[in-house]
């Protein structure tokens, strides 16, 4: 079964190359995207550690010169018409090297550090032209990976206690999530803008699978918000309706922290190694304090205009398992979590969505299915806290989906079929990393 779906991941992969940068998907996403890429870069080192440098590198020759990485750098080969919003609708300003309409202007979690740290450890297994190329490649990032941190952690620290915000929900990766239900009703949904701007992505997919026309008209809607002030965050909060607390964009924010503390470490820069590890430890402790819910006890998204924490328990509420410096309360009670009938880890990886809620549905996007990349976070996790039974269960759970049903985007969460994408890179790269790597990170307790 492991070289089947080996060769079936490097085959997408394969695909999916640009000759610069890897497309999530031929056909629904035709550009570079963020957190895809770092992904698909701790998968794609052990087939191509030159290609997996190069997609971080091409996403970076992207970021802003206030340090945001934009969550999709737009291929000036790809028509305005093969992806909706475009390059023309987003219409971001000329920025370092690159042209106007170079990319949007939002976010996505912060993976990169991860990828990077975790592309360079398996690098250094190709011998040693392949570890000094990679030396080079981490010296290059490592300045870069510090701006983004510091943008995230200033310019949208909108609440003011150390977490980054997000300003639109396709900033969190988890785009139609339960959880901004309540913080989205607040945000004016005008169908007409549909009119005016068409949407792409039901002419290449299943309409049931994506999101609604009315959170649609509303990622427009706060698209144009954010443009209309030239994609500033200067009092972004009283201007824009969307500001939210994800516990997964934060949970990636302090690992990515760690991430650095590593990487500085190995660059010899043992000060800064020092400071990536506290902030790291300030972001945990402001996570528990600011979305935590004793009641639920889980981890909630926390609405910024109103104070309020979302109600409903998603998978990015188990995500702050990924930090090390989480009390064992929290980690018991996530552990409880998981292993409860509303995420339950069994024959199949964990859902997006409490399986139990009335609302949880099999089709749609965020709202139910099961999603390869945040399985591998929570299997991180595990491992983090030395559930190492539990690790190998999810893995072998993820590679029997994957093998069973394709490279899909996402997966039935009940049958476990294949849905949206068909040939999806980060789903081949994290398989390749799940059959190579049981390996556990460096900071993981003994289990
Ligand atoms: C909007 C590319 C991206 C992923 C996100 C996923 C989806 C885009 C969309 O696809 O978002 O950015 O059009 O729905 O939700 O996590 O990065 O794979």
């Given amino acids: 079964m492991s070289a089947e779906l080996w060769n079936s991941a490097v085959r997408v992969l394969e695909t999916n190359w640009t000759g610069d940068h890897m497309v999530p998907s031929r056909k629904l996403y035709p550009h570079q995207w963020s957190w895809d890429a770092a992904f698909i870069a701790i998968g794609l080192v052990y087939v191509n550690p030159t290609r997996a440098w190069r997609d971080l590198r091409s996403l970076f020759e992207a970021q802003w010169p206030d340090g945001r990485v934009p969550h999709i750098v737009f291929d000036p080969a790809t028509a305005e018409a093969d992806y909706f919003p475009g390059p023309g609708f987003w219409d971001v300003p000329a920025y370092g090297d690159r042209p106007a309409r170079g990319s949007t202007g939002i976010v996505q979690p912060p993976m990169h550090a991860i990828a990077a740290w975790e592309v360079y450890r398996h690098a250094a ?73 068409r949407r792409r992505d039901l002419a290449v997919s299943d309409a049931a699978h994506r999101p609604t026309d009315v959170d649609y008209s509303r990622y427009v809607g706060l698209v ?3 443009r209309a002030g030239g994609y500033s965050d ?22 990515a922290e760690l991430a650095l503390a590593q990487i500085a470490g190995e660059l010899g820069l043992a000060a800064e190694a020092r400071a990536h590890r506290d902030r790291a430890q300030a972001i945990t402790t402001a996570i528990v ?26 998978v990015s509420g188990l995500m702050p398992l990924m930090l090390p410096d989480l009390t064992a309360g929290h980690v018991e009670a996530i552990m409880a979590e998981a292993r409860s009938d509303r995420f339950g880890i069994g024959e199949l990886p964990v859902p997006s969505y409490d399986r139990t809620a009335p609302d949880f549905d099999t089709q749609r996007y965020w709202r139910g299915p099961l999603w390869v990349n945040v399985n591998w976070l929570l299997r991180r996790g595990l491992l983090v806290h030395g559930f190492r039974d539990e690790a190998e269960d999810l893995r072998t759970a993820m590679v029997r989906l994957v093998h069973h049903n394709g490279h899909f985007e996402y997966f039935h969460p009940v049958t476990g079929e294949g849905l949206g994408a068909p040939t999806f890179s980060w789903t081949a790269a994290l398989s390749l990393d799940l059959l190579a790597d049981r390996s556990v990170p460096a900071y993981a307790r003994a289990g």
Avoid at 289 to 314: E, Y
Wanted: charged share 15%.
């Fill in 125 to 197: 297994a190709h011998g040693a032209a392949c570890g000094q190329q990679a030396r080079t490649e981490l010296e290059w990032l490592y300045p870069r990976l510090v701006a983004q941190q510091r943008y995230l952690t200033t310019s949208r620290n909108l609440g003011g206690a150390g977490l980054a915000s997000v300003v639109h929900p396709w900033e969190s990766g988890l785009d139609n999530s339960p959880a901004w239900d309540e913080a989205m009703a607040n945000v004016p949904a005008d169908l007409g803008l549909l009119t005016t701007y």
């Fill in 224 to 226: 144009l918000t954010y």
């Fill in 234 to 255: 200067d009092g972004l909060l009283e201007r824009h309706a969307f500001a939210v607390e994800c516990p997964s964009f934060n949970s990636i924010l302090a690992s």
């Fill in 289 to 314: 304090q600011r979305l935590w819910n004793p009641q639920t006890r889980t981890f909630h998204a926390l609405d910024v205009h109103t104070g309020k924490l979302s109600p409903a328990r998603c």
